[in-house]
């Protein structure tokens, strides 16, 4: 059973730093991963979305790598700014299940 | 507005009451979601609708009823609620189930009274 796990659970830093978040996974059988961000009291609102084939995904300051073989991938934020901080979700897509599994988050707060 | 529209934003009834939440997206998607996120926890999903058919149904109690009338619109009935159903209700599309690529819409917070 894919099992998504994201790490840290929760990081402050200053603002202007870049950061790295992680998500691993368990099963390397994947369609596809997508980094969300999410929030208090809102929707998702998906950042990047990385295809199996893929190696990484650019968007802005944003940069999502993609190591299937490990079962690794990582989020970086350069330059980080205080509307940064949010709830960063992963998401797997295996390719024997019809849902996308979740991790639980890593609660990010930019400090001015 | 992401592609996927959910009204009302928020939602107060009382425990006896019936009301709806609707979900609406045009991106021509053919699968339809709705997830269940309570304060501090993760998301739960609830249904999984592909081409108007439900697909699947995690345990969902009764007094939650989703319809699904066509490939662009998504609704949850809700009926004699408990309190501890308050929490933001999440509707997603996605082209198929398996394929990934979520789009969400922004949420409708429902508080029971």
């Known amino acids: 059973k894919q099992e998504v796990t994201q790490i840290p659970a929760a990081l402050s830093v200053p603002e202007g730093e870049n950061l790295v978040l992680n998500c691993s996974f368990t099963?390397?059988?994947?369609?596809?991963l997508q980094w969300f961000r999410q929030d208090p009291g809102k929707g998702l609102t998906s950042l990047l979305l990385?295809?199996?084939?893929?190696r990484e995904q650019t968007s802005g300051r944003l940069n999502a790598s993609l190591d299937k073989s490990s079962g690794r991938s990582t989020l970086y934020i350069a330059a980080s700014q205080p509307g940064d901080s949010a709830t960063y979700l992963c998401?797997?897509?295996?390719?024997?299940?019809?849902?996308?599994?979740f991790g639980k988050g890593t609660r990010l707060h930019i400090l001015p | 507005e992401t592609g996927v529209t959910q009204t009302p934003r928020h939602l107060v009834m009382g425990m006896t009451n019936k009301k709806s939440l609707k979900c609406e997206q045009h991106?021509?998607?053919?699968?339809m979601y709705w997830y269940k996120q309570s304060a501090k926890k993760p998301l739960e999903l609830m249904f999984v609708?592909?081409?108007?058919?439900?697909?699947e149904n995690n345990s969902v109690p009764s007094r939650f009823s989703p319809e699904c009338p066509n490939s662009s619109h998504l609704f949850l009935h809700l009926h004699t609620l408990q309190p501890e159903d308050s929490a933001l209700y999440l509707c997603?599309?996605?082209?198929?189930?398996?394929?990934?690529?979520?789009?969400f819409g922004s949420g409708t917070r429902l508080t029971v009274v």
């Open positions: 997603a599309s996605s082209l198929g189930t398996g394929l990934g690529g979520y789009t």
């Open positions: 991106l021509g998607h053919n699968a």
């Open positions: 998401a797997v897509a295996p390719l024997r299940d019809d849902k996308i599994i």
């Open positions: 990385i295809q199996s084939s893929q």
């Open positions: 609708y592909s081409l108007e058919e439900r697909v």
């Open positions: 099963d390397s059988a994947i369609y596809n």
